[in-house]
């Protein structure tokens, strides 16, 4: 199966600055890039994805990049705000798999 | 919203005894899955399903048992639990197996085993 690297596992940013989580892939075959975001307590949500077929996509304050050469994604949230702390796992995938492969997450902290 | 609905919240068993994890979706969906999550180990699949009678072993699936009895619920067995087996394990489905769509997770079951 698809192997998924994320860097970096904690991320302590001050208000109002951007974070970066970046990912790796294995597999050319994956097409598929969503982010999940788990707030302390909760169940994992979709917060953002990306196809193949894009290279840049922007809701609100996230940011998702995709380097399909370089087998890399990565997430930027913009001027972050304290309800932006919580635990962010990246995931590939592709049509022919049958699930998905998720990084290993990486705690954000939101320092006010 | 997409409904997942896990049970127990929250288990405490002995070394050795005999779990049974349930799930329940109503979002109609196809696949279905059993993740563990642990500190630095992140989201780890334990099996997944693909309809009712299906099952399909995922990357962890050691010391666990599953199955799909109907399109709606599946369960996650521990027949001989074991202290390493002490984790926070989430169900969750999705539409399609693993293009374009939204996995959809449970609320989560805390399993300690001492």
């Known amino acids: 199966g698809e192997q998924v690297e994320q860097l970096p596992s904690i991320l302590r940013v001050q208000e109002g600055s951007s974070a970066s989580i970046n990912c790796s892939y294995e597999?050319?075959?994956?097409?598929?890039f969503p982010w999940y975001k788990q707030e302390p307590g909760e169940n994992p949500k979709l917060i953002i994805d990306i196809r193949s077929n894009m290279e840049r996509k922007q809701i609100q304050e996230l940011i998702v990049l995709l380097d399909k050469k370089a087998k890399r994604f990565s997430l930027h949230i913009t001027d972050t705000q304290p309800g932006d702390s919580a635990m962010y796992f990246c995931?590939?995938?592709?049509?022919?798999?049958?699930?998905?492969?998720f990084g290993k997450g990486t705690s954000l902290t939101v320092i006010p | 919203e997409a409904a997942v609905t896990q049970s127990p919240r929250n288990k405490v068993t002995v070394t050795g005894g005999n779990v049974t994890l349930s799930c329940r979706q109503t979002n109609s969906h196809n696949y279905m899955y059993w993740y563990r999550q642990d500190t630095g180990h992140g989201l780890r699949l334990i099996h997944y399903s693909y309809g009712a009678g299906n099952l399909q072993i995922g990357d962890v699936p050691d010391g666990y048992k599953a199955t799909r009895t109907t399109q709606e619920d599946f369960f996650l067995l521990l027949e001989l639990a074991s202290p390493s087996q002490t984790s926070l394990y989430f169900c969750a489905s999705s539409d399609a197996g693993g293009w374009n769509t939204e996995v959809f997770f449970g609320k989560g079951t805390r399993l300690t085993v001492v």
């Open positions: 597999d050319s075959a994956s097409n598929y």
């Open positions: 995931a590939a995938s592709y049509t022919g798999y049958q699930n998905f492969y």
